[in-house]
Every structure is written in structure tokens, then in C-alpha cells.
């Protein structure tokens, strides 16, 4: 078995859902493992990873209205407000999320199924740069 490490950033504008997948199938490809797990794992609080469709964009225009719902920026419920009225509904939403993954690896390729994409998904409204770290091991 062998190992190996990368970091992607990621620079948002916003609160938006954010495909990464052609990054992550890119380090994939040049690690020159062949079959294995990547896992991702997001360095932040306020932002998360998603697997989801990536064919129709309305699904991730639909997502972003459910959390609006969910958990709305400015709700009375919330004492942390530190950084504005979005910083505790982004822990909220970062905690209902996932701040890790992992996929498989087979023949080089990240397996996803056929209509799904790797996200990032930013929770704040203030434009900031994500560091996703990634660990694959295989062979």
C-alpha cells in the first residue's frame, strides 16, 4: 500500500455550492494509484462536502433554498454572532453536513456514480478561500 497527500483551495464568493470533483479527479489521476480510498476532509467550520447530483443544477439551487429555511441567517435562537448574523447558522449548517468523505478509487478513477459531483459548500456570505485536504491509500 502506498499513500498520498494534497490540498486544494478553494477561493468562494459567498454562500454557494461549489463542484470540486474535476480537482479531486485530477490529483486522483496523477497520483498513479490505481485502486484504492481518497478521503476528503475540509479544514473550516462554517463550510462543508457534499456528494450530490451534478446533472441538473436546480438540485443544488433547491439544497441552498432548504437551508435558507432550515436555518435562517439573522434567527433570533442564536447567541454566537461574532462574526454576523450568518456565522452560527453556518456551524449549524457545517454540522447537519459533512466535513469529511471518502470515495473509492478504481482504476484510477474517483467512483462516482453517474450523476454524482463533489461539492464544497460554502455557509458564509463573505467571499474566503477553503482548504480541502486529501489523503488517498492504495496501490
Same mark, same amino acid.
Given at each position: 500500500m502506498q499513500q498520498r497527500t494534497h490540498q486544494i483551495t478553494i477561493s468562494t464568493h459567498g454562500r454557494k455550492i461549489y463542484d470540486i470533483t474535476? $480537482? +479531486? !479527479?485530477?490529483?486522483?489521476? %496523477?497520483?498513479? %494509484? /490505481?485502486?484504492? =480510498?481518497?478521503? %476528503?476532509?475540509? !479544514? /473550516?467550520?462554517?463550510?462543508? *462536502?457534499l456528494i450530490n447530483e451534478n446533472y441538473d443544477h436546480d438540485v443544488l439551487v433547491d439544497l441552498e433554498s432548504f437551508f435558507n429555511r432550515l436555518v435562517p441567517d439573522g434567527d433570533p435562537l442564536f447567541i454566537h454572532t461574532i462574526e454576523?448574523?450568518?456565522?452560527?447558522p453556518a456551524h449549524v449548517r457545517s454540522a447537519l453536513t459533512q466535513t469529511h468523505l471518502?470515495?473509492? =478509487? =478504481?482504476?484510477?478513477?474517483?467512483? %462516482?456514480?453517474q450523476w454524482q459531483g463533489i461539492f464544497l459548500? $460554502? /455557509? #458564509? #456570505? +463573505?467571499?474566503? &478561500? #477553503? &482548504? +480541502?485536504? *486529501? /489523503? =488517498?491509500i492504495g496501490e
Open positions: 474535476s $480537482e +479531486v !479527479q485530477a490529483w486522483a489521476n %496523477l497520483s498513479g %494509484l /490505481h485502486t484504492g =480510498l481518497i478521503t %476528503l476532509y475540509i !479544514q /473550516h467550520t462554517s463550510a462543508s *462536502l454576523g448574523p450568518d456565522d452560527m471518502s470515495i473509492p =478509487l =478504481l482504476d484510477g478513477s474517483i467512483a %462516482l456514480g459548500y $460554502e /455557509h #458564509r #456570505r +463573505v467571499a474566503t &478561500k #477553503r &482548504k +480541502v485536504l *486529501l /489523503h =488517498l
